[in-house]
């Protein structure tokens, strides 16, 4: 009996063990495919898809589309990695907070860009507004990043449901099928970010208050 309680014991031990690494792996594969990044991307495919905005020519659209990733995804992850073997900093010290300025800094830089781009591209006010509202949030988190280390993840979710409240409002659509669907998402994005155990629950919470604050004020003043 006391060999099979052992033989029991073990088998516990090894699923948890199991359950627990496809838990941690799960939440790493969120974190990659929702990353911060992408977030303004997803922001002008939905309203290129969702709204009137499905009527402008298919080449402008593409140009637009292609440009806003480049300059948001490819150049910010190209200037980060530059940074870091340049200056011999690994990838894990990144993410300690008080290492991330320099990340901060170069990605606003490239939003910055973008935004030029898009003004040469004759694009809407309203949705190089997205930008705008996503560099005035990554300012944010970087002085909040002097004393906590802000959850980027979860104020890219924020951002998503801030600014689907002004966009139904100027596009004339109802939005509370996607906004559940967005608050689903940010609630399994922040949650992979506690298990991962790269942000506490306050930082979590404080990145998504501060992402939605600017994504309602960036799109309806900036």
């Known amino acids: 009996m006391t060999e099979e309680k052992e033989y029991i014991e073990i088998g516990n031990m090894e699923n948890e063990a199991f359950g627990e690494k496809a838990l941690k792996a799960a939440s790493h594969i969120l974190s990659v495919v929702f990353t911060p990044f992408i977030m303004p991307t997803l ?3 939905f309203l290129y898809l969702f709204t009137y905005l499905a009527f ?9 589309l292609g440009s806003v990733y480049f300059f948001t995804v490819c150049v910010p992850i190209l200037l980060i990695y530059l940074y870091q ?18 990340p901060y800094a ?12 898009l003004y040469r591209l004759y694009a809407p006010h309203y949705l190089s507004a997205i930008i705008m509202a996503c560099i005035s949030c990554i ?6 990043n002097l004393k906590w280390k802000i959850s980027t993840h979860t104020a ?25 669907g967005f608050i689903l998402l940010s609630g399994l994005v922040g949650t992979a970010r506690l298990i991962l155990q790269q942000n506490t629950l306050f930082e979590v919470i404080l990145g998504f208050v501060i992402g939605m604050f ?3 004020i960036g799109i309806l003043f900036i």
């Open 56 to 64: 402008m020519p298919l080449v402008y659209k593409g140009i637009v």
């Open 85 to 102: 073997r340049f200056c011999g900093k690994g990838m894990q010290e990144l993410k300690e907070r008080k290492k991330r300025f320099a």
């Open 214 to 216: 600017c994504g309602i």
């Open 156 to 180: 890219a979710c924020g951002m998503l449901i801030g600014g689907l409240l002004p966009y139904s409002i100027i596009f004339h659509f109802n939005p509370l099928g996607w906004l559940c």
């Open 139 to 144: 300012m944010i988190c970087g002085l909040c």
């Open 43 to 45: 922001s002008f495919l």
């Open 106 to 117: 170069l990605t606003a830089i490239s939003y910055c860009i973008c935004v030029i781009i």
